[in-house]
């Protein structure tokens, strides 16, 4: 096994958001801050820095997963979707236009990480019920909605998936 020196740097490249990315990072730069600080994606933020409060969730080979807990090397050949890759201020995906429709956010901090996980849950569980996204908020820390409004958005998407399949 070869090891790298902590200071050294190492060529890194993946699939963000459907398009490939180079960059150098540090073994010990976590990803989150790669994203952040060295590929300028802001959307994915730093909460706690242990995994805990769901802020940094992003999607790696399709499943939501704390970016503070990894680091930007280990992503080398992955695919990875970041809360930019949901959609834009012109062009809001459906999960978005909920969010904005039931007041689902507030300060809007722990919005990107939720987005990812229910993003994960739709797609996966379209049958999900709301004890399901319960579920899947409880490794979401959100200080100013009480949660009620975002599963009240989610259940909407979920529900429009479900008129729409039946049609």
């Known amino acids: 096994m070869q090891y790298l020196k902590a200071d050294s740097k190492t060529e890194i490249k993946f699939y963000l958001n459907g398009k490939l990315v180079k960059g150098m990072a540090e073994p010990r ?5 790669f994203l952040r600080h060295d590929l300028g994606l802001t959307g994915t933020h730093v909460g706690c820095e242990h995994g805990v409060c769901g802020a940094c969730t992003i999607r790696i080979e399709g499943k939501a997963t704390r970016s503070c807990l990894l680091y930007a ?3 080398i050949g992955k ?8 959609g834009s201020n012109q062009s809001l995906n459906s999960l978005q236009k909920a969010f904005r429709k039931h007041h689902a956010l507030q300060c ?5 990480g939720i987005l990812m996980s229910l993003t994960q849950l739709i797609e996966e569980e379209p049958d999900a019920d709301e004890q399901r996204i319960k579920d899947i908020l409880t490794g ?6 009480g949660y009620e409004n975002i599963i009240t958005a989610a259940l909407e ?5 479900e008129r729409e399949k039946s049609v």
């Open 79 to 86: 695919t990875v979707e970041t809360v930019e890759s949901l």
């Open 140 to 145: 979401h820390l959100c200080r100013c909605t």
């Open 157 to 161: 998407v979920l529900e429009k998936k």
């Open 29 to 33: 730069r976590l990803l989150v801050d």
């Open 108 to 112: 809007g901090f722990c919005t990107p």
């Open 73 to 75: 090397v280990q992503m």
